[in-house]
C-alpha cells in the first residue's frame, strides 16, 4: 500500500471513486457517464494547477482505492497570532473492499501532517456516522464554535 499525491492520471480513478462515494448515501440525479467525464475533468484541472486543493491517493496493487481531498481556503489577513489558512477534507473515501487496512487513517495523517507544516489554523470536515471514529482516532473534536447555515 502507498498513499501519495495524486497527479492528472488518476482523474478517471478518482471521479470513480467520488461517484461511488456519493452515490453510497444517496441515489444519484444524472448520468453516471455524464458525471465521471465532468467531474474527471473538474479534477484534472484542478490537479494541474498549484492553486487551493490537493488530493492524496492509496494505492495497491489493483490500482487506486482510496482518496482524501484538501482544499486550502486563505483567511482575512490578521493582525494576531493565528496561521491565516483553513483546510477543508473532503470526499474521503476507501473502497469496501479495501477498507480495515489503515488506508483511510494513512490518508487522514498525510494530510493533517502537511496542513501541520504550512501551519494551518483549523481543519474542516463533515464526517459520516461511519468515519466519524476515524477522524477523533486523529484529534477532530466537534467544534465549539461553528455555526452552520444550509441553504
Not at 448520468?31 to 465532468?38: G, I, K, P, S, Y
Request: glycine share 6%; aromatic share 8%; net charge negative.
Amino acid at each position: 500500500m502507498t498513499v501519495r499525491l495524486a497527479t492528472t492520471a488518476d482523474a478517471e480513478a478518482l471521479a470513480r471513486l467520488r461517484w461511488d462515494l456519493r452515490t453510497s448515501l444517496a441515489k444519484p440525479v444524472g448520468d453516471r457517464e455524464e458525471f465521471l467525464a465532468r467531474c474527471a475533468e473538474w479534477m484534472r484541472e484542478g490537479l494541474e494547477e498549484a492553486g487551493a486543493w490537493r488530493c492524496w491517493v492509496a494505492v495497491e496493487t489493483d490500482g487506486v482505492v482510496g482518496a482524501l481531498w484538501l482544499q486550502l481556503v486563505e483567511k482575512v489577513p490578521n493582525p494576531v497570532g493565528e496561521a491565516e489558512v483553513l483546510g477543508y477534507i473532503t470526499s474521503v473515501f476507501v473502497r469496501p473492499e479495501a477498507r480495515r487496512k489503515g488506508l483511510g487513517s494513512e490518508l487522514v495523517a498525510t494530510a493533517v501532517a502537511f496542513c501541520r507544516s504550512l501551519p494551518v489554523d483549523t481543519i474542516v470536515l463533515w464526517p459520516t456516522d461511519e468515519s466519524r471514529s476515524l477522524y477523533e482516532r486523529h484529534g477532530f473534536r466537534p467544534p465549539a464554535k461553528l455555526l452552520e447555515l444550509i441553504v
